[in-house]
């Protein structure tokens, strides 16, 4: 008990007597602290209130005494009562799906003080025929995650700083809550120079089969990343070499790639705008310039279904017989949100094309 609070030892008091029963008990003889009865814009509760007005009494009847809005010292019982009771239910927000989001702000510290306030939260949302709850629980209070799986909560994804957990309420209905994020998204950067030779790295750590093999640079982009800053990112890291993003030439899907994750990966046509190899060296063993023709008949390049088929695309694009995916930004009034959409011809407007676009 040395870590918990006055006011969530007043909770585990209650919890302990029972939850009407210490509702019933007189001011007098219930200790309220001074945080405990803190809300927002008004003064704390103090004792000697508690000795003045001792007939009165929590639950029904105080319940009728407070809607007449009786006040002590000048101050409102009624919101007082209505604080304290609201003090016992865990702090959330109602989602637009019928659901609540706790405000994982306000949790409590002490597990056994948390216990009783998720549990009748969640009687309290069944009541109100809430659906779905999310429970955002950070690091610092991973001693409360026990404690939610215990009440029937599920893990539903996690970060370096918390957990999330859910928990679907109606038991009629089938859990409509989405999954976690299902995939991981990947660029790839060809970069081409006026000699006709394509940038390409050998990976520090691969598979035996790859170990030698020169390919394009590629990697993760970060969260809230573009595709096109992604891959311009890449490259750069990875090479030294500034790039200008031209346009998507294809995208692989594929299943099962990490820990079943599904993973997009994008193969980004890049303009050079140096040419200086300057490589990154935690992951790359090398980097170089390479004359196309030599990158394309590598035996791993040359047998490889999607690299042959990718360069192909590439050089069909050189040709101008093929064209890929510009993004282009714009805000959507459907979630208000700025993004890119990527596409590539316009008929009405030739100059939106990116097809006449030069790459060195
Ligand atoms: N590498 C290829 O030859 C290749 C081929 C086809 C497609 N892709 C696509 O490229 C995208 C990126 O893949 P990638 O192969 O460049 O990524 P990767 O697996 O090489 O990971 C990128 C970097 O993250 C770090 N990393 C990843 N997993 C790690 C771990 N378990 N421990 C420590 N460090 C770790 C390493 O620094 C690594 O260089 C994906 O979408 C993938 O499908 C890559």
Redesign the pocket.
């Given at each position: 008990m040395d870590s918990v609070s006055l006011s969530e030892a007043t909770v585990m008091r209650r919890t302990h007597l029972g939850f009407m029963h210490s509702f019933r008990q007189p001011f007098s003889g219930v200790t309220i602290s001074p945080r405990f009865c803190h809300t927002k814009g008004s003064r704390a509760i103090s004792s000697n209130v508690s000795n003045t007005k001792s007939q009165y009494v929590y639950g029904e009847s105080l319940a009728a005494t407070a809607d007449s809005d009786y006040k002590m010292n000048g101050v409102s019982l009624k919101n007082r009562i209505s604080s304290v009771k609201e003090r016992l239910l865990l702090d959330a927000f109602d989602d637009e799906y019928g659901g609540v989001v706790v405000d994982h702000g306000k949790l409590p510290s002490n597990p056994t003080v948390f216990t009783s306030m998720l549990r009748n939260s969640l009687s309290d949302w069944r009541r109100k025929g809430k659906k779905g709850v999310w429970l955002k629980l950070p690091v610092e209070q991973s001693e409360l995650v026990p404690v939610a799986v215990k009440e029937g909560f599920e893990y539903h994804h996690a970060e370096k700083g918390y957990v999330m957990l859910t928990y679907w309420i109606p038991e009629e209905e089938p859990c409509m809550l989405p999954g976690n994020a299902s995939h991981?998204?990947?660029?790839?950067g060809f970069v081409l120079n006026q000699y006709k030779e394509v940038l390409v790295v050998q990976?520090?750590?691969?598979t035996s089969s790859?170990t030698g093999?020169w390919?394009l640079p590629?990697?993760?982009i970060n969260e809230s990343e573009e595709i096109f800053s992604g891959a311009v990112r890449e490259v750069k890291e990875e090479t030294g070499v500034d790039t200008d993003f031209l346009e998507v030439i294809a995208f692989?899907h594929?299943h099962n790639?990490a820990f079943e994750k599904s993973?997009?990966?994008f193969i980004c046509m890049l303009k050079p705008l140096s040419y200086k190899i300057i490589i990154d060296n935690?992951?790359i063993k090398a980097a170089k310039w390479m004359p196309l023709v030599e990158f394309v008949e590598q035996p791993m390049i040359k047998g490889d279904k999607?690299f042959k088929r990718v360069i192909e695309i590439c050089e069909a694009r050189l040709r101008h017989r093929y064209c890929g995916l510009s993004p282009h930004r714009l805000v959507s009034t459907f979630d208000g949100r700025p993004s890119s959409l990527y596409y590539n011809v316009v008929d009405d407007d030739p100059s939106d094309s990116n097809c006449t676009a030069e790459f060195y």
């Open positions: 991981q998204v990947g660029v790839g990976e520090k750590y691969c790859n093999l390919k590629t990697g993760f692989r594929a790639v993973d997009l990966f935690l992951e999607m």
